[in-house]
């Protein structure tokens, strides 16, 4: 008998990107990314039509769909909601196999997460009341120091020598790049010490946790170099970044959808 | 005649005739507290939230807080010399003085008043933020890493809804903060305070037996505190009183240990809610506690068997059992949020007995409670911390341990880091050290927890599907 297929979706609804991920079994046929803005249910709503209209699909043909994120619970057509530790695990599993930690830095929150043989999380460890190691602080910065947020990574590795950033705060941290710009420091620099202090926070965070091989990095800030090679850094080991890092979480979310919803087709 | 407050007080399990005996006292307090009808509108909205009234043992529980919080707002105005003890508290010095007045014929009200007010004002008429405020608006501010439970109590004092204490003990007990705000409170209300110090820095692997010269000090100092209570209450406390005390209190204690074993069944029967307002009414309390409390646990534990063999219960059967180091004080919807995630909050590290240790060999009144608190691991050493939490999660068979700590609380934060690793690496059960406040839950809302307590909790049930691993 012809086994039917899958089409299931995994949608992350975080404070600054909302995802949705559009899998027909293991064959991913959609993504989409925007801004979630002020009205979550809006990026709901777009975030979910963008990715069907990719895919040349209709609501009425998801199957099952899993909700994830911050905004986890405004999404008014999932049929399960789940965190996005879980859902980042499984994401990051699917894509890279040998995954044994993953680091995900978002705009609101950063975490780290440890996987076991299994692909299970083992344990985790997130920083989700401070904008200090969060996508949101180097937004700040990137507004502080006048440059493109995605000129940020490129910049801060031509920088020989890294500033001291020691302020942990993000507002206090803005004050102390009008001193170090007021001294004459390079942009290079100052961009160079603020990856180096940001990557430094994660690490000590990430300690109780442990970092074993692999580590993958996955977020909005996983598309920044100087990031990725700050953590090699201060860790001491290779990092992977997925090809799409931002949409792990959406795409471990559908996978997890396809589950659920293999598991229902077998009870009945 | 009803009154704006009776349905919250019926909800709360005052009968009738109770209420008409104490409205006098009822109405002089909610007039000192500033408690209106709005008040109780709002709380009676708030306490059929978030307790399970249905059940009589947990009004008669509300009722016994109730009563306490009258107790402690017209201690002075009833012409009692009032002695408050800081938390963490240990009832057992509490207890023996509040014994040896009862003996002496002094009638004293002895409690910790800032687990009452959280109890009271938070868990029954959330507003507790009043309070708070007031605390941090006379010496005590926000942003310095100062404890919530100082504050409240400084708040209530300022807010003149507490009196002003004969005697302020303990509250150096276990933690550098607590003997700071009470030089504060000091200067600002001229009450005696007494600092009871212990040593705090203990070997690791020193539990339960300590060195001699750690025993001795925290017993000399504890005499101090009897010493201090003579002069100043004018009561003697000796080991008779204390004895006595215990004894009185072995009723209390074998409820809630039933309370215990019942809170083991699966699906589990009752929040973690009702086991805090039982377990921590000994921590607060040495008076209601004493005198209510023994039947409010009693009649709690029938209800809950009954929904035991019912097989009733607040959570899914199956779903994993966690270990909690003590409950939320002031703010239940915490504790819901936990259970809503899907996780049975069914015990804390109270919840487990002390262990039988050998008879004394210490004489003093003072050594022999040092010696009997550090046995029971409580904040006397991180290893102790540790190893109570291992042999519960071994002796319960829970799933899970959470850590919840207060960043700039130093028994507690100082220790998240080594009891998490230890409980995972010698009984395989994962740990979540969560930073919280259990006093106050305004910089730890339910919205800024809930995220890392849904991952904990689908954590747990993607272990518990595993074959073979976790509570069978």
Known sequence: MEQESLIVAGVDIGAATAKAVILNDDEVLSFSIIPTGFSVTKAVEVVIEEALAKSGLSMSELEYVISTGYGRRAVSFTNKVLTEIICHAAGVSSVLSQARTIIDIGGQDSKVIGLDNNDNVSNFVMNDKCAAGTGRFLEVMARVLDVDISEMGPLSLLGKEPCQVSSTCTVFAESEMVSLRAEGESRENILAGIHRAMAHRIVIMGSS???????????????????????????????????????????????????????????? | MSNYYDELLKLCG????????????????????????????????????????????????????????????????????????????????????????????????????????????????????????????????PGHGLCSLQQIRNGGMAKGIIPVPDLVTGSSYYCDMGSKADELLHERYGHPAIYVDGSMDSRWGEYPDYLPERVEFLGAQLNKLFDKVKEVIGVEVTRGAWEKAMATSRELYGALGRLTRLMMADPMPISGVEVGLALQLTAGSTGRAMSEGPEAVSILCDDV??????????????????????????????????????????????????????????????????????????????????????????????????????????????????????????????????????????????????????????????????AGVGRR
């Open chain 2, 14 to 141: 005052f009968e009738d005739n109770d209420m008409e005996n104490e409205r006098p006292r009822i109405e002089k307090t909610f007039q000192k507290i500033g408690l209106d009808a709005e008040d109780m509108k709002t709380a009676e909205r708030w306490v059929r939230q978030n307790h399970d009234v249905e059940l009589l043992g947990v009004r008669k529980l509300l009722r016994a807080w109730l009563l306490e919080l009258l107790d402690m707002v017209l201690a002075r105005d009833e012409g009692k010399k009032v002695v408050y003890y800081g938390f963490p508290s240990i009832p057992g010095p509490g207890m023996a003085i509040k014994a040896a007045s009862k003996e002496a014929g002094v009638d004293i009200y002895c409690a910790c008043p800032d687990v009452i007010l959280c109890h009271t004002l938070g868990q029954i008429f959330n507003k507790l933020t009043p309070i708070l405020e007031a605390g941090e608006e006379n010496g005590l501010p």
């Open chain 1, 209 to 268: 946790v442990g970092f074993k091989k692999d580590v993958v990095f996955t977020g909005g800030v996983a598309k920044n170099v100087g990031m990725q090679k700050a953590l090699e850094d201060e860790i001491g080991l290779e990092i992977l970044t997925p090809e799409e890092p931002q949409i792990m979480g959406a795409l471990g979310a559908a996978i997890l959808a396809k589950a659920e919803l293999a598991k229902l087709r077998k009870v009945s």
């Open chain 2, 305 to 466: 068997e009954k929904r035991v063999k019912e097989g009733i219960g607040v959570v899914e059967k199956g779903a994993p059992r966690v270990l909690n180091f003590i409950q939320h004080f002031s703010d239940p919807s915490i504790i819901h949020m936990m259970e809503n995630a899907g996780l049975a909050m069914s015990a804390t590290l109270l919840s487990v007995p002390p262990k039988k240790y050998p008879p004394t060999t210490y004489t003093t009144l003072g050594e022999i409670r040092a010696e009997r608190e550090m046995r029971d691991g409580h904040y006397h050493s991180a290893f102790g911390f540790a190893k109570r939490f291992e042999e519960a999660v071994k002796d319960l068979n829970m799933d899970g341990v959470m850590w919840g700590y207060l960043y700039n609380c130093r028994p507690l934060a100082l220790a998240s880091y080594t009891v998490k690793k230890w409980v995972e690496e010698t009984t395989g059960v994962p740990t979540l050290a969560l930073e919280m406040d259990m006093y106050d839950s305004r910089n730890y809302s339910v919205a800024a927890l809930r995220t890392r307590v849904e991952a904990f909790a689908e954590m747990l049930r993607a272990r518990k599907a595993s």
